[in-house]
C-alpha cells in the first residue's frame, strides 16, 4: 500500500447543519431582522444624509446680496429697514453698519418703490419745507426756510454729479430794502467731496457756478467760491488777478502748449528710434504781461505833396506919403488947398494939404494873407498779445539701439553723431527753433535700464483669491465630506448586513485514489494539471510542480490527508 492509494467513492460537498436558520427572503424582511443597534445606526445615517442635503440645496439657493443703499444716516437707515419688513424682504447690514444688503434680484424695484415714498431724504431737505409752514409764521422764519431750501434743492443737483460725493451750499442772501440806495449783492459758497481719485476740470466747474448763479436772483458768478475737501479753492480769485500772480488758467495753458510741443516730438520720432526708446520733455516760458502804448505823430506838409487849407485871411492897407514943398517960396504956396472933388467918372484927384502935396509924390501900400492848412496827426494804439512763447527748452533721450547678431546674441549700439545731429534738427523743427529768442534742445543718447519686475512669491495659502475660493467652498466641501462618511460608514454596512450571504462555492469532488507513480487525471475534462480554485502566483504554481515530479510521494501523502481531513469534518 506504500506505493499505490486505494480508491474511494467519491465526496460530495457536505449539506448544510439542520439547526442553521433559513436566510428571510424580501429585503424588508432581511432589515426587520437586523439587530436593534444596525437599524439605530441605518435610520441615524438616513435621516444625517436628508439634513446634509436640505443644507445643501438652502446653501445653493441663498440669494445673493447687494448693497440697496450705503452711508445712510441713523434716520434714514431706520425708516428704511421699517419699509422693508413692512413689505416682507429680506436685509443684511454690512461690516461696520455702513450699508445694507438685499437680494440682487430686488435691487432696483426697492430702489424705485422708496423713492416713491420720498425714502431715503438724506441729511439735506429741499423745498418741502415749505409744505410743512405753521400758521403764523413770521416774515424773518418764512425768508430763512425759502434760504433752507432754495440749499438744499443745489446740494441736491450739485450731487448728482458723477464725481461729487457730497455738497454743501451755503448762501448768503441780503435784505432787499427800497429805501437802500445801494443794494447788497448775494453771494454763494459750495463745499465739494469728491471721491477718492476723481478731480473736476473747469468746463465742470463752470457748469456749477453757473447752476448756482443762475438759481439765485442777482448773483453773479464772480460772486460764488467753490472748494473741495482739502480746503483748495477751485475757482478763479480776482483777487489774486488784479495782484498780477498766474491763476489756474494762465498755468493750465502752459501745461497745454508744453504738452502738445511734447506729443510732437513724440510722434515725429517714435516711427524712428520706436516706441518705448524715446523719452521728451518739454519747457515753455509764457509772457502773460499785458502792455498798452499810444503814440501821436505828426507829419509835416512839405515837398510836392498837397496840403488841405483850412482857413485864409486876405488884408491891404494904402496910406500916402509925406507931403513934399514944391513951387517957388512965397505968398502962393501958402494958399490954402482947394477942395477936393469925386467925380463920378474919372481918376480921383490925389488929396492935398494946404496945397504943398506934389501931384507925383508916392504913398505906403500894406498887405496881409493868412493861411492856415490841416496838420496830419496819426494816434496808434499798440496791445501787446498775452500768452505768447518767450522762450522753449526741449530735452530728449534716446536709447541705443539693439542689434543682434547670426549668433542670435542682442547687444546695444550707441548713435552715431551724424544720427543725433539729424535727430537734433528735427526736434529743432518740429518745436519752432529760434536762436534770437534764446530756445535751447538738447538730444542725447544714453542707454535705458530695464525695468525689472518683482514677483511677489504669495504663498498659496495666502494667496487672497485661494482664500476666497476656499471660504466659498468650504460649507458645501464639508457638508459633502460628512455626507460620504456617513453613506460609507453607517448605511453602507447596514445594508451589507440586510443582504443575503453569497452562496459558497462547490468543491471539485475526487474520483479516486492512484498510484504514486501514476498521472493524476485531469478535473471537468480539462487537460494537463488538475484546476485550481483560486489564482495561484505563477512562481508558486512553478515550485509545486517541481516538487510534485520530484517528490511524488510526498505529495500524494499531503493530498490524502486533506482528503482525509474534509471527509471527517
Do not use: C
Not at 524715446?278 to 512839405?302: G, H, K, M, W, Y
Request: avoid cysteine.
Amino acid at each position: 500500500m506504500d506505493n499505490a492509494v486505494a480508491l474511494q467513492p467519491p465526496l460530495t460537498p457536505a449539506a448544510p447543519a439542520a439547526d442553521l436558520a433559513v436566510a428571510p427572503a424580501g429585503f424588508g424582511a432581511r432589515v426587520a431582522a437586523l439587530p436593534m443597534k444596525a437599524k439605530i445606526s441605518a435610520g441615524a445615517g438616513i435621516a444625517a444624509l436628508l439634513a446634509i442635503v436640505v443644507a445643501l440645496s438652502l446653501w445653493s439657493s441663498k440669494p445673493d446680496y447687494k448693497v440697496l443703499y450705503a452711508n445712510l444716516s441713523d434716520k434714514d437707515g431706520g425708516a428704511i429697514i421699517s419699509q422693508l419688513s413692512q413689505m416682507n424682504v429680506p436685509y443684511q447690514h454690512a461690516e461696520g453698519g455702513g450699508a445694507i444688503l438685499v437680494p440682487a434680484d430686488k435691487v432696483h424695484d426697492l430702489r424705485l418703490k422708496l423713492a416713491s415714498q420720498g425714502l431715503p431724504k438724506g441729511s439735506t431737505v429741499g423745498f418741502e419745507l415749505m409744505d410743512n409752514a405753521k400758521f403764523g409764521i413770521t416774515q424773518f422764519q418764512e425768508r430763512l426756510t425759502f434760504q433752507r431750501g432754495l440749499e438744499g434743492e443745489l446740494t441736491r443737483s450739485i450731487g448728482a454729479l458723477s464725481a461729487v460725493q457730497s455738497a454743501r451750499v451755503h448762501l448768503a442772501l441780503p435784505n432787499q430794502n427800497g429805501f437802500f440806495r445801494e443794494q447788497q449783492k448775494p453771494s454763494a459758497s459750495v463745499l465739494l467731496t469728491l471721491y477718492p481719485g476723481r478731480t473736476l476740470d473747469r468746463a465742470q466747474l463752470a457748469g456749477i457756478v453757473h447752476l448756482v448763479s443762475s438759481s439765485v436772483p442777482e448773483l453773479a458768478p464772480k460772486a460764488v467760491s467753490i472748494i473741495d475737501q482739502d480746503g483748495a479753492l477751485l475757482t478763479e480769485n480776482p483777487d489774486a488777478q488784479n495782484q498780477g500772480s498766474l491763476d489756474a488758467k494762465q498755468l493750465q495753458y502752459v501745461s497745454q502748449i508744453e504738452a502738445s510741443y511734447t506729443r510732437r516730438i513724440m510722434d515725429l520720432l517714435e516711427p524712428v528710434v520706436g516706441r518705448d526708446n524715446l523719452r521728451a520733455q518739454v519747457t515753455a516760458e509764457i509772457d502773460f504781461s499785458q502792455s498798452e502804448s499810444t503814440s501821436e505823430q505828426f507829419r509835416p506838409n512839405q515837398g510836392n505833396e498837397p496840403a488841405a487849407v483850412r482857413s485864409q485871411q486876405t488884408s491891404e492897407s494904402n496910406q500916402p506919403g509925406a507931403a513934399v514943398p514944391t513951387g517957388v517960396p512965397g505968398a502962393t504956396t501958402n494958399q490954402p488947398p482947394v477942395p477936393a472933388t469925386a467925380p463920378i467918372n474919372g481918376t480921383a484927384q490925389q488929396l492935398q494939404a494946404a496945397g504943398n502935396v506934389a501931384p507925383g509924390a508916392a504913398g505906403t501900400a500894406k498887405r496881409d494873407a493868412i493861411t492856415n492848412y490841416e496838420v496830419d496827426k496819426t494816434v496808434r494804439v499798440t496791445r501787446n498779445a498775452t500768452g505768447s512763447v518767450k522762450r522753449i527748452n526741449a530735452a530728449v533721450v534716446i536709447n541705443h539701439r539693439t542689434s543682434t547678431n547670426a549668433a542670435g546674441k542682442t547687444s546695444t549700439v550707441p548713435l552715431s553723431e551724424e544720427e543725433l545731429q539729424k535727430l537734433t534738427t528735427l526736434v529743432q523743427e518740429t518745436v519752432g527753433y529760434s536762436q534770437e529768442r534764446g530756445d535751447s534742445v538738447k538730444v542725447v543718447n544714453a542707454p535705458f535700464q530695464a525695468e525689472k519686475v518683482e514677483t511677489t512669491d504669495t504663498p498659496i495659502w495666502k494667496d487672497p483669491q485661494i482664500l476666497a475660493l476656499l471660504q466659498s467652498a468650504a460649507i458645501p466641501g464639508a457638508l459633502t465630506l460628512l455626507a460620504l462618511i456617513i453613506v460609507f460608514g453607517v448605511i453602507r454596512p447596514a445594508i451589507k448586513a440586510a443582504n443575503p450571504p453569497p452562496p459558497e462555492p462547490a468543491r471539485p469532488a475526487l474520483d479516486a485514489v492512484v498510484a504514486d507513480t501514476e498521472v493524476l487525471p485531469p478535473l471537468d475534462g480539462a487537460p494537463g494539471a488538475p484546476m485550481l480554485a483560486a489564482p495561484v502566483a505563477t512562481e508558486r504554481l512553478d515550485h509545486a510542480r517541481q516538487l510534485a515530479r520530484d517528490n511524488p510521494a510526498a505529495v500524494a501523502n499531503i493530498v490524502r490527508n486533506w482528503v482525509s481531513k474534509e471527509a471527517g469534518a
